[in-house]
């Protein structure tokens, strides 16, 4: 089994906001002139340009160290099938030659990281139920 150098705790903490990420919809009307109390609230789940979530995302894997980022990229990979835990040593490898300073936006292009992420862990045993947001 590998030892990684983020977090369980961590990479739950980025499933969490890719979750709330993810289930946001396109925008709609782009200048409405309404404001939240008006519209129930209902812009919240529409991706706009200067995305809080996608700010705070962005920032969190900007604050970690290389071998975090390419822990959480590898995770993502073993969680998507690309390979298994068997072949960890190589993927972490071509995830921290290919992505260093581009995993926050590799990561948030990435359609349902949440899941993702949650399934590399499980790869590994662990389960974000483990370690509660």
């Known amino acids: ?6 977090s369980p ?5 980025v499933a969490a906001k890719a979750r709330a990420f993810d289930v946001k919809d396109v925008l709609t009307v782009p200048e409405s002139g309404s404001n939240p109390t008006d519209d129930g609230m209902a812009a919240v789940l529409e991706d706009i340009p200067d995305d809080p979530v996608v700010r705070e995302i962005a920032e969190l894997i900007a604050a970690m160290n290389d071998d975090e980022r390419a822990d959480l990229v590898t995770l993502t990979w073993l969680g998507r099938g ?8 190589e993927l972490r490898a071509e995830a921290a030659r290919l992505h260093g300073k581009r ?11 949440s899941d993702l992420l949650e399934e590399g862990l499980a790869c590994l045993g662990l389960s974000c139920a483990d370690y509660p947001v």
């Open 1 to 6: 089994m590998p030892s990684l150098t983020i």
């Open 82 to 89: 690309d390979d298994d835990v068997a072949a960890w040593n």
């Open 103 to 113: 995993t926050a936006a590799y990561l948030l292009g990435l359609p349902l990281l």
């Open 9 to 13: 705790e961590k990479v739950c903490f």
